[in-house]
């Protein structure tokens, strides 16, 4: 068995579009729910519906033909470095509204939506606050305080971001709710997810289309549904596993804030309008 790891979910749907009649493999996993309608309209699926898809998981799922099957999910909140704020004796914000404030300029790091899936789950969120008609406006008036924009999370958690390993200049950053227990050292989390800024990101996998290998395909699905991955996900991935019933790390209640209302917008509407979306993004805040 061979992994291919060719970036986060905007890359990899990018890719298995552009290799559609050669295809790069049998099996897909990281494709994210801000990205599946694309995945599913271009053809580079196969459907399977996997038996071992958990009971009380209907409203993780991307369609009702089995093209993905979810298998693990999380919250894409903005993430702040305590420490930073401390030092400047300056409060987190808590809000999107707050983050356009004259005393957050120039704090905060974003993901470009068009490479990264982190990055269209945070449009999807400003979208499901302000609406189509108002998200732009919303992004204008970030641009004007000064948002850095970087490809993919691993530039902008691991290099820009205050608050990981890069120690960057900015103390904000666009990550998930559960990026705080991996941070918490000694009983101590450096870090806090913004609970009031989120948007609910499903992971899936799914059998790649004129798959050599179908039947290794389906299976590998399954494994990634078993008690032992999905026991396995929060420890390694820091997201949820798709089966609800599984027990979650001890850290995570110290830790991982509890999302309780994420922003939301419909999947049959990301699908039809993400594309023209990230272009009047790209046009407003790159341009």
């Known amino acids: 068995m061979k992994f291919v790891k060719p970036g986060d979910a905007g890359t990899v749907v990018n890719q298995l579009v552009l290799t559609k009649d050669s295809p790069l493999g049998d099996v897909v996993f990281g494709i994210d729910n801000t990205f599946s309608g694309r995945a599913i309209s271009a053809g580079i699926l196969a459907p399977y519906a996997s038996p071992a898809v958990p009971a009380g998981s209907d409203d993780l799922l991307a369609d009702t033909q089995h093209m993905l099957t979810p298998i693990d999910y999380g919250d894409v909140c903005l993430n702040a470095d305590l420490a930073w704020f401390k030092a400047k004796n300056l409060a987190v914000p808590a809000t999107l509204d707050d983050l356009l404030k004259p005393e957050y300029a120039k704090l905060l790091v974003v993901e470009n939506p068009a490479s990264s899936s982190p990055g269209m789950a945070f449009l999807a969120a400003t979208i499901g ?31 820009d971001f205050s608050g990981s390993t890069g120690k960057g200049a900015y103390p904000l950053v666009v ?5 705080p227990a991996y941070e918490a050292k000694d009983g101590v989390a450096p870090t806090v997810a913004l609970t009031q800024t989120c948007f609910r990101q499903v992971e899936y996998a799914g059998v790649i289309a004129g798959a050599k290998n179908a039947v290794g395909a389906r299976a590998f699905i399954d494994f990634l549904l078993s008690p032992e991955v999905q026991a396995d996900i929060p420890g390694q ?31 049959t509407t990301l699908s039809a309008n993400r594309d023209a979306w990230i272009k009047a993004w790209t046009a407003a805040v790159l341009g």
């Open 129 to 159: 606050a302000k609406s189509e008609s108002g998200y732009l406006d919303y992004w204008k008036a970030l641009k004007a305080n000064g948002v850095k924009v970087d490809p993919g999370w691993t530039e902008a958690y691991s290099t």
């Open 175 to 179: 990550s998930y709710n559960t990026s």
């Open 237 to 267: 991935m820091y997201v949820y596993p798709a089966n609800r019933a599984t027990a979650l790390p001890a850290d995570w209640t110290q830790f991982a804030a509890k999302v309780e209302s994420p922003f939301t917008v419909p999947a």
